[in-house]
């Protein structure tokens, strides 16, 4: 029988949220969780205004996370809300995680985890211990045909890995790097609220991460060259990055913001020994597969030759698309198991250490190219 | 300010159905809805079991139609179930659906609507003089491409048409027809579950209704070959239709659920005089323009330069892949305006209409082949 | 050790011609044949003319055909032309195949190979007791993935066909059919010139010519709607055509002159039991091969897992494109092995029978629709 | 009037070579070119039977350049040969080019057109006197597209240029370079044979030499990282290039021949202010036109809408496709408007600045990578 519903809190995510919208369509895709309260929005008002929208009960929305860990901590544990998703603006994340964590409940947090490596380091320090689920919100692991692809290589389909190869690029930046006051404006061009990154910290990161999540390879080390496109303008807005990984595999991740009018064109490929795995966001439901002397194979989503980890992460059946909300469905599915004490496989959704690792990826990147387009150790 | 959430009731749909999954979460995306209740299952017990699992207040989980409606009626208004879905199989939607409309809910009915056409009219009928709203889960019109593709048409950008061309493939039947056992045991091919047809009745009468919705014409005639593969299979299989629309018009659509190894493979070419516009469900978040002379354009949903219906039928950024169920969502985004007393355009939802438009294309196809493959008229 | 270049003269082609260069370049691919005169014009200055540029002997330059016949026929066989190609107007074809064939030259003839079906028995008479080769340049069946496609079927790698469609849109006769001067003046569209049948005559019986060469089959009855647009248009530009093949086999094929901006989309694809093959003209290197219950396979041009006759047909390494005149130099080829009496499979190039097959489909479709859409026998 | 055909000698390129049967096919599609003679073996008597076969005067097959040079020119200038190809092995090509030019031959080098750099300084200043023309076989540049990318590009289509990436992927040494034996017996990975480079000196240069035809931006500063994958192998067989271009444009070149079953997966791809172009030689026919808040727009080959270069390079309508050989003929065809006096575009062929520019381009990358992944200068 299936296990009660998962009391839930969202932080941020508040009426006209876009990330608000695919957290709570993605949480509910599975039955798993009950929407309980949080605290939607910095202005109180405007978050109980929203409650009320959703038919939500006003004493589970909350002024501030303060107020949300007292309340709870104080409930039942039946009652209790167990999951929290960290949707806030990204110089929240840190903080808020770390209170979470500490205050018993299970986090699942938007990316990037934290402004540092070290603060992410902390983050995993303080989970060592515990039994709580943390969970990323790197969203295009939970696509079936990137489970596929880890699954497949991990079974050795395209033999020892020799070359990887992937790239992400946007070119929204392009429509406000021009304008000298744009450029000053724009929250993601702003280090105080953005981070340390634009390109790299918002976009290469996940390209970073389905790099490591499919090939279950580590990115050993980086050399960079990044780009800001103008003096007055202090984030990087493109980035190419040369990877060693292990012995012997190298390979690049190319990253822009300013591939003027692309849309999410995130791609990754990977080659061994006998073959090769290629996919492509903006077109997530197949799968290339190439193989040496044999004619190219494509794999779609909904059949029952895929894998276990791919057939589970398809709700129709083959040739009804399936997309990014889906894809987040996943990770909430694979939460909600961990939550419940099921057996999730490692690749169910990605946890505290593919925050850290990605926020070293990021610093290497940073310091590769202030330092001279040197490599730099993850 | 929202409007409240609509209290919502499911007919069919319970634990392991896939149709209800794809409900509720589609019901879900806009916030427009609460399941209130319903009748999951015939087995009252699993009904009762599923309501459970999702939280659901049981004394709204009810044992048959009867109960529902009797219950819900009263109720006081503000308490009581608005919109009524049903999902339960085929030879049950007439009678349901009936029901629902003389008792006063607004009703999504699962496609196809009724058994015959003359059924079809009757809900047509009842409708009539009623300020219901009856939406038919023709979900594909619900693609934002879909949309924008009527839109684009309805504004002349491709010119008065002049040929149009419809393919709706799947291979799945093919996996059971050749088998004598099989074949007599699949519910698809079975004319007491099935209804008249099989293979116009399931996909080529949405190929159909895609035709009409998106070329604001209607087709007037039809000249069909069907083919029932074996002569103990009663039920289509295969068809394909000459089409004549208005004046000078004409096409085809080709079904096939024979058609080995096809996917869902639906799709949709229009040409008018100077311009043409092709869509393709796989592949459901691009619409192809060509113009007399000029390069191919692309439009990729999520755009500003989309008209207001695709845009308003997107909720993420370009190049972030949405899919069925959000086509899906659509339609029940445009259900909740209309009941909520909102202008809805014309192409918010399919209405009863193209239920009657859709059931006597399917017959006048089966009788067109049953007659020698003649002309009938719809 | 390689046979001599075989002597080859060329009727029609001259100097602007674009259909001349085409078969002037196919038949260099091998180093097959040698150019030796020919009648390129009717203005026989212009012949020599064009002669001068090319380098050719002015003395195998002739006014007609009566003249090339008569100095060729004098020669000893080893000065002798060979291989004569009609390329001149659609009119003439039937006179100078015939003239050709019984002078005792081998001929390749452009298509249609004659104006009506009648005439094209009339030259397959004439063929028969004799050894000379007989080519129609349906050039679609040079290409290597149409050929593996029909060695595939051969071999059974789908099964028994249950299904085909074939598609044919063009979209050029929309840039002037519109206009009452304009549809009176193209030669396409003119009886005289053009023959009994635009649409189905120029494009429609090359796909009618590719489902026959790449599945074995004979479409056996046809059922027609062609569409001429309008009253004072005597000629189809629309035409789509029920087939029936074999016995439980049917089909469709679809043509269009008014399919509005489409360039020369001509694709194929056949259904079997266990599978299917799909091709795409504009996109010719390529063939998808679906399976019931396996991933799709997409076979490409240029590699050794292919079957001989298409490996045969590829000159480049894989991922090197060929196109449209490599596919007719592969005719060419094959036509130059039978005639220096190497062995060659039946596809190597079409003989006279798809001539006559061709033309009687012409004639099929044309009078089912004037017959108000009834089966016609081929 | 069309000019008389000039006399061309090909050196290398015999019976059973691919690369010679693709020269000769090219050279013939314009008309422009009589094969008159060469040395195409090292064993003469192989040459002239293969003369024979082709049907050439025995008189003009010459045992090495030597005699070809003396003989030839001993000829009056009408009878004498004017364009040699040099086809022979890489080696050779600048002895043969340097020897030719200062014979007065006008010549069409194979790629890489010298060993080194300095070796193709040596050619440009040995050229800088003469109207020789001197061409490189850069046989992408023909394209259609190519050419109508580097038109729309100076045109200003996409604004000033801020991003190139491009992507040159085989697969083909990952089936040697395993095997000890075999990595030391296949000719391209013998330094003696196949010079400095194998990887960025077969396909990178290619890669580059598109970059900078149709961007006009010359690369200033190249950083690399490049793989041998085992110890005992001496030339690159993968290799990744950070570039920067010009002020504030930088870029990311991608080459490898491990990159496991790719064929011939060259892209590129340049972004500018306004909008962005993109091109796979994989399907060259079309062009990807991005721009800034617009549709995608798809150009293909054969439309009036081109710019004169790519419709100059284009023999078909629309929707025929046109591959390699054909993009090889484009060069040919420049090269004999250069011949014959007549106007060319600065984009007909590559001339020597672009040997030179791509060894300089070869040397950097080997240079970078060897001091440990530093950027050096071309």
Request: net charge neutral.
């Amino acid at each position: 029988m299936k296990p009660d519903r998962i009391k839930w809190a969202l932080l941020g995510g508040g009426a006209d949220s876009l990330i608000g919208i695919v957290h709570r369509i993605a949480a509910g895709m599975g039955d798993d969780y009950q929407l309980t309260g949080g605290a939607f929005n910095f202005d109180f008002r405007k978050s109980q205004q929203f409650a009320r929208e959703l038919g939500l009960d006003p004493r589970r929305i909350y002024a501030n996370l303060d107020a949300l860990i007292a309340a709870e901590s104080a409930l039942p544990a039946a009652e209790r809300v167990k999951l929290v998703t960290v949707a806030t603006p990204n110089y929240l994340h840190f903080d808020m995680a770390s209170r979470l964590i500490q205050a018993g409940f299970h986090v699942l947090c938007e990316k990037p985890v934290t402004s540092t490596a070290a603060e992410a380091e902390t983050l995993a320090n303080l989970l060592k211990a515990r039994q709580q689920v943390f969970a990323v919100a790197h969203t295009y692991t939970g696509y079936p045909m990137v489970r596929q692809m880890r699954g497949m290589i991990a079974a050795g389909a395209i033999g020892p890995i020799q070359k990887v190869a992937a790239q992400y690029y946007q070119g929204w930046i392009n429509a406000v790097i021009h304008d000298p006051v744009k450029r000053k404006t724009v929250w993601r061009l702003d280090p105080a609220k953005s981070g340390q990154s634009s390109c790299i910290g918002d976009i290469g990161v996940h390209a970073f991460n389905l790099l490591e999540y499919t090939t279950g390879l580590q990115i050993e080390q980086a050399l960079s060259d990044i780009d800001t496109l103008y003096p007055d303008n202090s984030l990087d807005v493109d980035g190419t990055v040369l990877l060693r990984l292990g012995p012997h595999v190298k390979g690049v991740l190319c990253a822009s913001q300013i591939a003027t009018a692309e849309e999410n064109n995130l791609t990754l490929a990977v080659y061994g020994r006998t073959g090769a795995l290629k996919w492509a966001q903006e077109n997530p439901n197949q799968l290339e597969f190439l193989q040496e002397g044999k004619p190219l194979t494509l794999l779609k989503a909904g059949h029952e030759y895929n894998l276990p980890p791919a057939r589970a992460a398809t709700k129709l059946p083959a040739g009804h698309p399936e997309g990014f909300i889906d894809a987040m469905g996943n990770l909430y599915r694979g939460v909600a198991k961990a939550i419940n004490g099921q057996a999730v496989d490692a690749g169910a959704y990605p946890g505290i250490d593919s925050g850290v690792r990605g926020m070293r990826f990021i610093e290497a990147v940073l310091r590769s190219s202030r330092n001279g387009n040197v490599w730099v150790k993850l």
